[in-house]
């Protein structure tokens, strides 16, 4: 009979490295939002939200399953990884290379989303520019005194 002693190191690896697949996929769908936003592809866009939200909860769940694992062993649940690394009896390099692809994977995600809200903003202000423009045109039509209305049809209003 095989008896298999689980010890918080190799819970800890356990719930880390499910962590890292999640963040992997929620960077995997960044990318491809970056190329929704250019093409605009608002309804792909929309999809890849809702699959990046599914990701975030579970992301969330595996965060609480972290806190209860360190609850349960004693250790505060705001204790830096890296100060539990150091304070694990057996070999730890497998936890020090989780933390660092963690540590990477994450700034590589968080660069990638602060790329598609700066992409999403300058669409907005794009499309917000061209509303302006066109609000304008149609705004000199009407009634009121001809001596101030254009006489050409320019889309600038320049003077020279």
Known sequence: KL?????FGNELIGILKKELDVIVELKELA?????????????????TTREEEKLVNSIGLLEKEREELLNTWGVATDTPISIIIEKIPEDNSEL????????KEMEELSLRNKLNQDLIRENLDWIDFNMNLLTNIHGQAGYGDKKNQSSTSSIFDRKV
Do not use: A, F, S
């Open 31 to 47: 990318l491809e939002k970056t190329d929704m936003i250019i093409n605009n592809k608002i309804q792909d866009l929309d999809k």
């Open 3 to 7: 008896v298999i002693k689980m010890t």
């Open 96 to 103: 020090i290379n989780l933390k660092d692809r963690l540590t």
